[in-house]
Nanobody
Framework: QVQLVESGGGLVQAGDSLRLSCAAS????????MGWFRQAPGKEREFVAAITWIGSTFYGDSVKGRFTISRDNAKNTVHLQMSSLKPEDTAVYYCAATHRGYSARSYSYDYWGQGTQVTVSS
């Protein structure tokens, strides 16, 4: 089992930056693929970013060049640095983990945090 707790969400203005964090506990963190997804009201859950245990990163098209995912295996944490935020980035952001290979599909992830709200005003 892996437990995930997100933090860092909030209300910001368009163009601002925000950093989300996810603290993991339980099963060996360093072997997991860690991902971030988001879900806006009335929309499907969307892939944002993922990072492998050796630090290879993947991004959804809508956030490439603006968001950066990173992880600290010693501290069992993963971060999502979000820059140049847009109103369309408004969503609940979820941290997720899987022991399988990289995937941008939410169903490939076995463990989820409770989510943190990010609201970007125009």
């Amino acid at each position: 089992q892996v437990q995930l707790v997100e933090s860092g969400g909030g209300l910001v203005q368009a163009g601002d930056s925000l950093r989300l964090s996810c603290a993991a506990s339980g099963r060996t963190f360093s072997s997991n693929i860690m991902g971030w997804f988001r879900q806006a009201p009335g929309k499907e859950r969307e892939f944002v970013a993922a990072i492998t245990w050796i630090g290879s990163t993947f991004y959804g098209d809508s956030v490439k060049g603006r968001f950066t995912i990173s992880r600290d295996n010693a501290k069992n944490t993963v971060h999502l640095q979000m820059s140049s935020l847009k109103p369309e980035d408004t969503a609940v952001y979820y941290c997720a983990a899987t022991h399988r290979g990289y995937s941008a599909r939410s169903y490939s992830y076995d463990y989820w945090g409770q989510g943190t709200q990010v609201t970007v005003s125009s």
